[in-house]
């Protein structure tokens, strides 16, 4: 059983998703995150997803399906969380004719406004040791630099610099909104409202999630 979390980069979907692994026992499977790790790995489907997710753009979809199949997979009968995916209509019509241990239960669209993301982009610093998420001015880190829970290096994402910001969220409105409407027709579609701080989101999230 799936649960698709959905919204423009930056919308707050790995904060949010983190935080229903810890408190509803939700396995996530973020499909950055698990390209990030081809790419830290240098695996072949690494090599190939670089390119795109450095710039900003969406990896092509034969390079990106073999890794959620693995993924899906290997927690076949988990309540799933799904972070990421699907991000255009063909991903969405793909997760769809999957097998019934994967059926998308619901879509929570986490809704922020443009302005909001470009300044909650620019301000992340992400551990490149433990991969934990910060914020400049919301969630500061203890020390500047360092990570709270492991020390590591805190650092700006590569597709955080602000011209590869501009080109997720034209890609967002050209091949993820329809995504949007997609689900309305499904009937799976529900909206969070995501511009209050992380723990008003929480609440409206988690009580969503909380009926599956
Ligand atoms: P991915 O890693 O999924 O990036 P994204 O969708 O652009 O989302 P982000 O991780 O940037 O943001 P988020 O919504 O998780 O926000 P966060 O919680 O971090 O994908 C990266 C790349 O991989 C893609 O560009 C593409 O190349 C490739 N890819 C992935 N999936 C693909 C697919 N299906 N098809 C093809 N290619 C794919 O929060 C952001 C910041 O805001 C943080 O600093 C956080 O502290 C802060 N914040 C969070 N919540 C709040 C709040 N309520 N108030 C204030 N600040 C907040």
Not at 54 to 62: N, S
């Amino acid at each position: 059983m799936i649960l698709v979390l959905i919204g423009a980069p930056g919308a707050g979907k790995g904060t949010q998703a983190d935080l229903l692994v810890a408190t509803q026992g939700w396995h996530k499977i973020s499909t950055g995150d698990a390209l990030r790790k081809q790419i830290a790995k240098r695996t072949a489907v690494g090599l190939e997803a670089e390119g795109y997710v450095k710039a900003g753009r969406l990896v092509p979809d034969a390079v990106l399906w073999g890794v959620l199949q693995e993924e899906l997979q290997a927690h076949a009968g988990a309540k799933i969380l799904l972070d990421g995916f699907p991000r255009n209509i063909q991903q969405a019509e793909a997760l769809q004719a999957l097998p019934a241990l994967f059926a998308v239960r619901a879509v929570a669209h986490l809704d922020v406004p443009e302005e909001d993301l470009y300044e909650r982009l620019v301000g992340r610093r992400v551990c490149q040791g433990c991969g934990a998420s910060y914020h400049v001015h919301k969630r500061p880190p203890q020390s500047e630099h360092s990570c709270d829970h492991c020390g590591g290096a805190l650092l700006l994402r590569s597709d955080d610099q602000p011209e590869k910001i501009k080109v997720r969220l034209a890609i967002y409105e050209a091949d993820t909104k329809p995504v949007l409407d997609f689900y309305k027709r499904c009937g799976l579609y529900h909206r969070i409202d995501g511009r209050g701080d992380t723990e008003a989101v929480a609440a409206q999230l988690s009580a969503f999630a909380a009926s599956f």
